[in-house]
């Protein structure tokens, strides 16, 4: 069967007319298979929604009990009937829950990627290679400039820093869906073993993270209404990036900005953000990554959906894979 048949984009986001669904779609549609809990991915409205349990909890965390009519849990493996089309889920190793969708019928295999990572990440299952015709793979970090260092150096920064300014509070911001309970994981995996304040916004994800088996250590609500400033001295506050601009931020003891993601690598945007401590951490693939993914693989075709496609398209052509970019629309990069 020629992969464009059984897959191929729409203005709702791919779409599978034999199984007669779509794959992360944009806006509500009447079955949706979805990666993973990352709102660019993960919408609600959708009649019927397939996803990993977790994925499914996660959504309903964030969107509330009816954000679809009806879901269907399937686990890591496990082989599905849609319609005539055999679907299975794979880990993505990007967030909790996180998947990577493989669509095969007549023969031909597809496998959706979803957002991806192939580092070591304790707050979720680690990426699993699915050998397949056709692979689609993001490229948010898609150019060679893009190297992601040890994440292990990038708390060593965040250590130096406390030991520099004892008295001032470190402001780390990170995405409340996974950024949050990696970096938060990255600090006991490294020997902080003092409270960790969490912004509000955080309490539910990071509760559903522990209720899932992942150790976060002792973690308190960041709330300023009730405290000093003084109790917040030394101490490590992770938040959303968008709330360091506001009072809550003002309201910390010297509030010291830090931001994790992999796009802290490129120093004038952190300057321009106002980030003081730029840590350099990412769940997504970097360049060597992306193309090392590719190489293993050694898939027939390699669709690019959304980030920097035209490089990675470049690179495999330049290497006898035929390669073609899917210009996707309302994928953001989110979660960095």
């Not at 779609?25 to 409205?45: E, F, N």
């Not at 009649?47 to 996660?58: K, P, S």
């Amino acid at each position: 069967m020629r992969p464009d048949a059984l897959l191929y984009p729409t203005p709702d986001g791919l779409y599978c007319p034999e199984g007669q669904f779509h794959v992360d779609p944009v806006r509500p549609v009447a079955r949706a298979l979805i990666t993973h809990g990352h709102s660019d991915h993960a919408r609600a409205g959708h009649r019927a929604v397939m996803a990993t349990r977790q994925t499914l909890d996660i959504m309903r965390i964030r969107y509330g009990e009816g954000f679809c009519e009806s879901e269907q849990a399937v686990g890591f493996g496990e082989e599905v009937m849609v319609d005539g089309v055999r679907v299975s889920f794979h880990p993505a190793g990007h967030v909790l829950g996180s998947a990577q969708i493989a669509i095969e019928k007549a023969g031909t295999r597809i496998v959706v990627s979803g957002d991806y990572k192939r580092r070591a990440d304790p707050t979720c299952a680690a990426y699993v290679p699915v050998p397949c015709d056709v692979f689609i793979t993001e490229a948010t970090f898609g150019l060679p400039v893009f190297h992601h260092p040890d994440p292990a150096g990038e708390m060593a920064k965040l250590y130096a820093s406390l030991r520099r300014f004892p008295e001032r509070t470190h402001l780390i911001g990170a995405y409340a869906l996974g950024k949050a309970q990696r970096v938060i994981r990255l600090l006991r995996d490294t020997g902080y073993d003092a409270p960790i304040y969490i912004h509000g916004a955080m309490e539910r994800l990071c509760a559903y993270y522990v209720s899932q088996g992942i150790d976060l250590g002792e973690l308190r609500p960041a709330t300023v209404e009730t405290s000093e400033k003084a109790d917040f001295k030394g101490a490590i506050v992770v938040g959303p990036s968008s709330a360091f601009a506001d009072r809550w931020a003002r309201r910390f003891n010297e509030p010291l900005p830090a931001f994790a993601s992999g796009w802290m690598m490129i120093r004038q945007r952190a300057k321009q953000q106002g980030i003081e401590l730029p840590l350099v951490i990412s769940d997504h693939c970097d360049w060597p990554e992306l193309t090392e993914t590719i190489t293993d693989l050694a898939p027939d075709e390699v669709w690019v959906t959304h980030g920097r496609e035209e490089a990675l398209v470049r690179w495999c052509e330049l290497r006898g894979v035929k390669a073609k970019p899917l210009h996707l629309v309302g994928y953001e990069d989110e979660a960095e």
